[in-house]
């Protein structure tokens, strides 16, 4: 089992930022990618970004290269989504997953590729 528990979200105005952070417990040893995925009221969970955890390999959903970036430091099991130039668009509920299988392929960007999800948090964009 692996626990994921997200933090760092709150109300932030257009063109702030805001890094929000994913800490692990559990069977970390056995996380092969860590994901970040948000869902807004009526649509699907989306991809944001993706780390691999024993190397350092990471990719981005294109509505956020430049403006996010995934981070992880293996010694706190944390893994980080810094958040540049949001934008009201940007408003979700962010989630952070894990997947303890090997990736059929790289980079997995679909919700079914992660099998351990935390509770999510509220990032709110005012413009």
């Known amino acids: 089992q692996v626990q994921l528990v997200e933090s760092g979200g709150g109300l932030v105005q257009a063109g702030g930022s805001l890094r929000l952070s994913c800490t692990t417990s559990?069977?970390?040893?056995?996380?092969?990618?860590m994901g970040w995925f948000r869902q807004a009221p009526g649509k699907e969970r989306e991809f944001q970004a993706v780390i691999s955890w024993n190397i350092y390999k990471t990719d981005y959903a294109e509505s956020v290269k430049g403006r996010f970036t995934i981070s992880r430091d293996n010694a706190k099991n944390t893994v980080y989504l810094q958040m540049n130039s949001l934008q009201s668009e940007d408003t979700a509920v962010y989630y952070c997953?894990?997947?303890?299988?090997?990736?059929?392929?790289?980079?997995?960007?679909?919700?079914?590729?992660?099998?351990?999800w935390g509770q999510g948090t509220q990032v709110t964009v005012s413009s």
């Open positions: 559990g069977r970390i040893g056995s996380i092969y990618t």
């Open positions: 997953a894990a997947n303890t299988g090997l990736p059929a392929a790289w980079p997995p960007k679909t919700p079914r590729s992660y099998n351990y």
